[in-house]
């Protein structure tokens, strides 16, 4: 968490408070142990802001009079943007967690905060290479690569969901979530998978991300939708979510140590090795 949703909502942020606005100067907190050097973005140059993103990556274009470099930033746990007032009331407590800042010449400050410093950026031409195909924006190439590659894949369908060279943008609430409407057992392996099957699991899962992102992002953990300022504000997401975090869902810890809900009706399919770790296995009612 972020996932796709969140990662293009943030992007959307980024962009409806930055596109036709000037920079002055960009730093970074001084507690962040990030090495990037922001030099560029501090030589008395005006420069402008624009973002994109990629599965669960964002790349910032940073331009002034001369040129053009991408920041590629990595949003961790609970990173997100917030832009912030210097007369804002809770001014300290927003830059306390925000590690990386943008100054506008009109005094409003774009912050990425971060309350537990797992994000990071880094000036990069490309987007990561050891990411696969966005599902959104590059569908054709996504599908044929799995439609190219599944039947080699030997891992289960619920461990695969969360490797991002095949299903880029993919995290914990939405893989629960794709596998909650394929009605596919979590413990099936990618390799026995059909040819219909593949398919209805490709379109799922770009229904997912696609609905995730028009319901406005999940706000799970320390994530919140930066469009919305009132933290009760409820969305759309919270009649979607059908598994994730559910009391009806079961539950056992992945090899990641991440907790993935799934539906009861596979309980008699866990293995057993995720049975000797913290679980919890809901009678079906």
């Not at 408070?17 to 001084?30: L, P």
């Not at 999940?218 to 994530?223: L, N, P, T």
């Not at 997401?237 to 079961?250: A, D, E």
Request: overall charge positive.
């Amino acid at each position: 968490m972020p996932e796709w949703a969140e990662l293009r909502i943030t992007s959307d942020f980024v962009n409806k408070t930055s596109v036709g606005k000037g920079f002055i100067k960009a730093e970074k907190s001084d507690v962040s142990k990030v090495k990037t050097d922001l030099s560029f973005m501090n030589m008395n140059r005006p420069f402008t802001i624009t973002a994109e993103s990629r599965g669960k990556e964002l790349r910032l274009s940073i331009s002034d009079q001369k040129e053009s470099k991408y920041l590629l930033m990595f949003m961790g746990m609970s990173g997100g943007f917030a832009l912030i007032s210097p007369k804002y009331k809770d001014y300290d407590k927003v830059m306390k967690h925000s590690h990386l800042r943008f100054y506008r010449e009109d005094g409003m400050i774009l912050c990425f905060h971060d309350v537990r410093r797992f994000g990071k950026w880094k000036w990069a031409d490309e987007w990561s290479n050891n990411r696969g195909f966005d599902p959104v924006r590059e569908t054709e190439e996504w599908k044929n690569e799995l439609r190219n590659s599944y039947k080699d894949n030997h891992g289960f369908v619920s461990e695969v969901l969360m490797n991002q060279k095949l299903f880029s943008g993919v995290g914990n609430y939405l893989r629960a979530e794709i596998l909650c409407r394929t009605q596919d057992n979590p413990w099936k392996k990618l390799s026995e998978f059909n040819a219909e099957e593949i398919e209805n699991l490709m379109n799922v899962t770009l229904y997912c991300l696609e609905t995730a992102y028009l319901n406005q992002g999940g706000r799970i953990k320390d994530w919140q939708n930066p469009f919305i300022q009132n933290e009760n504000h409820a969305t759309p997401m919270s009649n979607w979510i059908l598994c994730y975090g559910s009391l009806q869902s079961s539950m056992i810890k992945d090899k990641t140590g991440r907790t993935f809900w799934f539906d009861p009706i596979w309980n008699s399919e866990v293995p057993e090795k995720y049975l000797k770790k913290k679980h919890k296995l809901t009678e079906i009612i």
